[in-house]
């Protein structure tokens, strides 16, 4: 039961950074350059990126 739960933790974790990530340059195409960066290194920080296959 316990693996369910951490396959399930990273699935979200990854949902969430790539959610950062696409708002973090919607942020940046706007002109809010601090926000935006923020927002992308958190994204990458949880794993956004495994997403678009960029670490495989």
Known sequence: MPA?????????SI???VVCI?????YMYRGRMLLG???LIIGIL???LSIF???D
């Open 4 to 12: 369910v739960f951490a396959a399930a933790t990273v699935t979200v």
């Open 53 to 55: 296959g960029v670490f």
């Open 37 to 39: 960066a923020v927002l």
């Open 46 to 48: 949880l794993g956004g």
């Open 22 to 26: 696409i708002a973090g340059a919607v």
């Open 15 to 17: 949902a969430i950074g």
